[in-house]
């Protein structure tokens, strides 16, 4: 029931606002492609999209018509030529600059000002490879559906997000856009922030610091330890504690040791015929984070080797 | 108009209390509402869906994300509205909501309104739920409690899973968030606040008792470790203000944010994790430790981010971010032993300060035809201003001190990267990438750091069907500074720890990096498109002889769209993956050597080890898609995935058994361990009606996990608690099946959609394209013969005329035999397509009626064709 007043109520504000000004008339430009094209539900939708609204005097669309994106075209419109002036997709597409050219004639601010000279653009990814303008409701703008269109490229990531250990990608509640900005980010990986680990603060704050105890390697990238899409190891980490570990931490004191992880009944067993060995804890439960579990960081004089 | 949202607000109201009976709500709708854009206000359509679900098993991993790990029934339930002013009103509202997963606990609702162009806001809400265990065993009593001092350690005589606290171990986000954008002349303003709580429990262990477990056997009443549920509980705020200016050529974007991190649980309290001598018991030895909690964080974060497009070939972008970091939460006490004072630090609180500066310039420009060339800077310097003190604590909560400095890790790195790429062809680009990055650290293992990279690519088109790129990278970094065998000693004045000379640690050690790259996409036919993709990565650290040495990451598989029918489709996909490491370390050979490390060992004490893992993953994806009949849709799904992870050790483990007398030294690797997914999904909408469908989906999911390192019973272990049933293997059931509701105008299917399930009015005339003094059809041109013959079904034709033309190179006589081997070409592709041969006309025109007039002897496509014209 509240649901339902809330939309009520929401639709009611709606039409409050109806009565504001109304935005400048169309030209009707449209018109000059839907006398042959009007039939044709994907020519409709635009119409339906933000980029076709008459009263939002931005939209080239909504204003000029389907012209201010497919060009003049005039041979077309007379018969003598079998497709306009851009053509988006198809056999008969546009070069990619020049398709781009026309999006980036209004796209080009906020996230896209890095596109000119991004690891996309460079690659000829066109901007209609991944976002549909001929629709009501783009499809990659929405969260479920947005990682699919990553994968049409992104194979071995596709792969990943059904692992063991992952970031809930395949669940629908994470996705690729949430960490990276596929039209150019200004660090690595085109990831939405700088730094990786500025990325991943995002969500994982408690591991912002500073700290009194600093891990050097957490301060200095997560992926150190960490693979962001997926592992078959938990906490997706690289490889497994205390193997992870050990690539730095050496020494005849404990960190160096190869522990067995042989005769996992926890008891002892008599291997060689006169030598005790036992599973050893570093290979069970979290491993070296046993003890070290406050290995991202802590507040304690204490914790200089991340033990509380 | 007033009367029509009137009539949408009491269907909305009446549907919300009638629950599942939609029934009327969907007709008022449909008869409010018009059923194409007209100047009546407003248009809308949107969809509900309504249902049940039922779950056969409790499983952790199944509900890892969705909070709902507990088998049985749940609700289904989704909203989608679209509402907003009809595209020709002139009106610029907008209204969308989209509710989600209704039932379940990751339901997440956006709301959005505004007047396009003016103002917008946007309002949300997100859960995020983990389930780590829904039967989590615990040795404390008050595993809820933040006082898990061995005092409230139960049963402590008769050990057992039975006698155990078993609680969820749970955590769940909550985010809400509000987005404000309003535009004013050129420039656009976006200001967003972003709520986020996390709470719960999550996994975490400590060591307790009279001594470290493995060395002695005990039970857990005199030594061992044992998992308890760390608590969660935090708020993450966040504010933003962004101002975007677009005129042109020239972009602007400035912002603020402000980042916090609230800590809601000052400290655990534990048993102290070196009080090992009396064991639990009561004695003077048996302290209890406090445990430090992520503190309390704030950030503030201010961006200037420019581009210029100075000619139509040259763009010049620039960004620079600079963030103040701070942390001033007071530190948590340095033992909770009652009977040692806390010990006086030199302040009571870090200060911390970390100030964060980054810059990007980049210069893009493509100022001959066919080449391209980018040149960026980049400067990323972390500055922590954090005062560096010499900090004490108890050790083992005992009254011996001693005293650590903290380590204010700063860095700076610059990088330059040049890229150059030449067109050989229009799809096909050559790139060569060369870059070099300087580090600079501070209180870390090497001071300074050099890597050269480069990356020949190319990408482009081999022949008509396969398109693929291929490249090379190579990187050489070296390491300098190295603080050699020393390097915790000087830095934290203590020697907690000891690492060897020729240890230097991978991440910032000198490394030898290659990487092959390969993807090729063929599709001979335009339904079908089939990858195959491969990556080699290894990495070779020449200049480390402990740590690790080596890692390689391969991955490859194929992939396959094919869209059999237009009414069956399929998607499939296999990937091999292998992370391999392979290291040496060193351990300690004689009882006479110096277990607590200190530096130089004596001779003779140091054995050499070598290990290798290799995590190897197997995935399988299909999906198919299947409508049978124009009222029913089915999907199918199966994913499949094997993790299998190896270890081996070699050139010490067993080898030392002799003489050693750490029990550490006896060594074996241990077996090998697998996780098994599979996941099939039936998925089926059947529209009962235009506006309602019933829609049904059935799942297994099947999970097997044989990882030694949880895979345990809680007690089976004598000196250890484990968590009870994070043990994860699983077999789920899950089906649901429910009703939705379609209402308003019918929003245009997506355009793949759209061109199988509604055809256009058929054309009447239709062009096929020839290469340069041909006659053969491509598979293009079949398909536009074909959609000509399918036409001339439909609509009302007595005739068909086939022209046939050439463009103007080659003579008229030729062209003229030439057009006319076009057109017969093209009528018997006709017949063959079902067209009754008496109806076709077949005519030739040579080069005499050019579509586009062109000089003599210009090859010019659009002039190659033949015009078939239904009459």
Known sequence: MRCGLLLGALLALLTLLGSAPAGAAGMGGEQTCLKCHGSDPKVQAIMHSPMGLKGDARTPMGQLGCQSCHGLSEDHAAGRKPSPDIVFEGPNASPIAARNQVCLGCHQNGERIAWVGSTHARNDIACTNCHTSHATRDPVLVKQAQPFQCFTCHKQQQAQTNYFSHHPVREGLVTCADCHNPHGGHGEALLREVTVNQTCYNCHAEKRGPFLREHPPVRENCLTCHTPHGSTQPRLLVERPPYLCQNCHDGTFHPGAPYSSQNLTGKSAIINGTKTITTKFQMIGQSCLNCHSQIHGTNSPGGAVFLR | MEETVMRVMRSLAATAAIGLALAPF?????????????????????????????????????????????????????????????WDSGGTNYLRVDADNLGFQTRSANIELGQQGSWGVRLYYQGIPYTYSTDFKSIWSDAFGLDVRPGSVKNVTTLNPGTLSSFPLQTRRDIFGGVGTFHWGDWTFTTGLRQEHKQGYQQSSVMWGSSPPGVTLGNVTTGGFAFFGQPVDYDMSRYDFTGEYDLQRLQIMVGYTYNSFSDNSPFVTLQSPFAFTSGYGGSAANVAAIYGLPPSTSEHEIKLNAGYTINDTTRLEGNFQYSLGLQNATFVPGTGNTNLAQIAQPQSSLKGMMRSVYTNVALTSSPWPKTDFRIAWTLDNRNNNTNRNNYLDYVGDTATTESTFNLPLSYTNNEIKAEAGYRLAPETKLSLTAAFDDTHRSYAATSRVNEFLIKPKIRGALFDGLFGELSYTYSDRTAFNYNQANVWKVLTGSPLSNDFQGLVQFYEASRQRQEVKAQADYSPLHNLTATFSAKFRNDHYPHSTLGLQSNYNISVGPDVEWDITPQLNMHAYYMFERYYFNQNDIYWTTSTCNSAGTLPQPSGCNGQWNGQTADNAQTIGVSLGWQPMEKLKLNFGYTFNLGNAAYSITDGGLLALGGVPNASMLTAPGPNVNTMLNLVTLRGEYALLPTVSL?????????????????????????????????????????????????????????????????????????VFFDWDKSDLSDRARQIIADAAQASSRVNTTTIEVDGHADRSGTPQYNQALSLRRAQAVGAELVKDGVPQNIISISAFGDTRPLVPTAPGVREPQNRRVEIVLK
């Open chain 2, 695 to 767: 829609i049904g989906s059935a799942s297994l999911f099947n999970f097997s996990d044989n990882d030694f390192a949880f895979n345990q019973s809680p007690t089976q272990f004598s000196n250890a608690v484990f968590p009870g049933n994070s043990k994860l293997t699983t077999n789920v059931a899950f089906i649901w099946a429910g009703v939705r509701l379609k209402f308003g105008v019918e929003a245009p299917p997506a355009p793949k959609e759209a061109a199988a399930a509604v055809a256009a009015a058929p054309a009447r005339t239709y062009l």
């Open chain 2, 26 to 86: 969907t007709t008022a709708a449909q008869t409010a509402l018009p059923a194409t854009g007209t100047t009546v206000l407003p248009e809308a359509s949107g969809e509900i869906t309504a249902g049940a679900g039922w779950q056969s098993n409790t499983s952790a991993y199944f509900g890892r994300y969705n909070g709902q790990p507990d088998h049985g029934f749940y609700g289904i339930g989704d909203i989608h509205l679209d509402a907003g002013s009809a």
